[in-house]
């Protein structure tokens, strides 16, 4: 199996972009989709990217994912950073079994 | 549009079995495009995968959990359950259910999340 690695925190000023990795231990990160999950406190989380890019309807288009097979990482980016992005971030991928695997999570300060 | 609500008991002892409900409105967990699952996330910490079903009753568990997890599906009701047997205080978290695209195997709709304590 494979571990999803984030940093535990970031942070950034309102107006600004901020970008969350997540770096895959084995095996290439683009052979399998790649989500992005926001949890907001005290709520459950809700899905801000899937398959590695796209965004669910309803979601902001400051919010973008990409992937990076040179650091086999994912990203997730948020531009124009308003308090209400103030959240913590997972990131979500499976193995070959079709296991899950969750990232560790980020917390981001928008201060 | 898809909600998804979890119900059960928010206490169980120690060495007994949580049983926990996750009740589909607006769409069928019939629906041959999606898993339906649980996930959980320990007070203060992340998200752990329990495992997904299918409507066929295809199951598909996290290994760590495996021994002691039983998801299953009720097509009559539109319910999936999960029972997860001799729990310890380590069980304790947010129980989420979810439902899971089959394109590209992550949650697309959440449930609420509902709270169990495993305490004497």
């Known amino acids: 199996n494979f571990m999803l690695t984030q940093p535990h925190s970031v942070s950034e000023s309102p107006g600004k972009t901020v970008t969350i990795s997540c770096t895959r231990s084995?095996?290439?990160?683009?052979?399998?989709?790649v989500q992005w999950y926001q949890q907001r406190p005290g709520s459950a989380p809700t899905t801000v990217i899937y398959?590695?890019?796209?965004?669910p309807s309803g979601v902001p288009d400051r919010f973008s994912g990409s992937i990076d097979s040179s650091s086999n990482s994912a990203s997730l980016t948020i531009s124009g950073l308003k308090t209400e992005d103030e959240a913590d971030y997972y990131c979500?991928?499976?193995?070959?079994?079709?296991?899950?695997?969750f990232g560790g999570g980020t917390k981001l300060t928008v201060l | 549009q898809v909600q998804l609500q979890e119900s059960g008991p928010g206490l169980v002892k120690p060495s007994e079995t949580l049983s926990l409900t996750c009740t589909v409105s607006?769409?069928?967990?019939?629906?041959?495009?999606?898993?339906w699952s649980w996930i959980r996330q320990p007070p203060g910490k992340g998200l752990e995968w329990i495992g997904y079903?299918?409507?066929?009753?295809?199951?598909n568990y996290n290994p760590s959990l495996k021994s002691r997890v039983t998801i299953s599906v009720d097509t009559s009701k539109n319910q999936f359950s999960l029972k997860l047997s001799s729990v310890t205080a380590a069980d304790t978290a947010v129980y989420y259910c979810?439902?899971?695209?089959?394109?590209?195997?992550?949650?697309?709709?959440w449930g609420q999340g509902t709270t169990v304590t495993v305490s004497s």
């Open positions: 979810a439902r899971v695209s089959r394109r590209f195997y992550g949650m697309d709709v």
């Open positions: 084995s095996g290439s990160i683009a052979s399998n989709y």
């Open positions: 607006g769409g069928s967990v019939s629906s041959g495009s999606y898993y």
């Open positions: 079903i299918y409507y066929s009753g295809s199951t």
């Open positions: 398959e590695d890019n796209q965004r």
């Open positions: 979500q991928s499976y193995d070959s079994s079709k296991n899950w695997v």
